[in-house]
């Protein structure tokens, strides 16, 4: 049973391009995380999505920021324009339906904003 | 929002020694306790978590306890080993759709010297 997969594992985008992060949940977990880690900071949730469904995205800044899990394929994290302070790590994590406290990370991506 | 403060920031022990890592939230709300265990450059791991009708878990070395009164609540690694060594994460979590989101504190460098 694999793990929680993303991808790429190292982006490296310019100011002003686009960078997408791929997140495939564990099997059988239809809910789905995403957090941003700073330099030696904590995790910061972003937001929590369903299939087809954006639950709960209290943590995502409100521009150039979007997330999406769509009924087939991994969930999305989308970062349009990107700036400099956008260069951090971001972990997805899955959850099973059962025991949605249960969150399982992913190895994360770090993003480089050059 | 919650609000979760995390102390100490470093603990360095030696080989053999118990650590202790103490968080405080602000949000009553918040009922279930997780921590994380996250190697440099690896993905944050659970290794345990508590809910807020128990006052205390135990896991082999690992315990965690909870005041809800105070809103605290602390984990406790006895007969420290080297492979200890981590940055460990206490999170504050409320429910929300059906899950729970963590409000992460901003971690706690352990170092167990051998």
């Known amino acids: 049973n694999a793990g929680v997969m993303q991808n790429p594992r190292h982006l490296v985008r310019r100011r002003g391009q686009e960078a997408r992060l791929r997140c495939s949940p564990m099997k059988g977990h239809s809910h789905v995380y995403w957090y941003r880690q700073l330099p030696e900071e904590g995790l910061k949730f972003m937001v929590y999505l369903q299939k087809e469904n954006i639950i709960d995205e209290s943590g995502m800044p409100k521009e150039r920021f979007s997330a999406e899990f769509p009924k087939e394929g991994p969930s999305i994290l989308r970062i349009q324009q990107v700036v400099r302070g956008d260069s951090a790590a971001y972990f997805c994590a899955s959850s099973p339906s059962g025991k949605t406290y249960e969150q399982y990370f992913g190895p994360g991506t770090r993003l480089t904003v050059t | 929002g919650e609000n979760v403060e995390q102390h100490p920031s470093t603990l360095s022990v030696q080989e053999g020694d118990s650590a202790v890592i103490k968080c405080t939230y602000s949000d009553s709300a918040s009922n279930y306790f997780p921590w994380y265990k996250q190697e440099l450059g690896k993905r944050p791991q659970l290794i345990i978590d508590i809910r807020s009708n128990v006052g205390e878990k135990k896991d082999q070395r690992i315990a965690v306890t909870l005041n809800k009164t105070a809103k605290h609540f602390s984990l406790h690694i006895t007969e420290t080993q080297p492979e200890d060594s981590a940055v460990y994460f206490c999170?504050?979590?409320?429910?929300?759709?059906?899950?729970?989101?963590?409000?992460f504190g901003r971690g706690t460098s352990l170092i167990v010297h051998p």
């Open positions: 999170a504050a979590s409320r429910e929300s759709g059906g899950s729970y989101i963590p409000t």
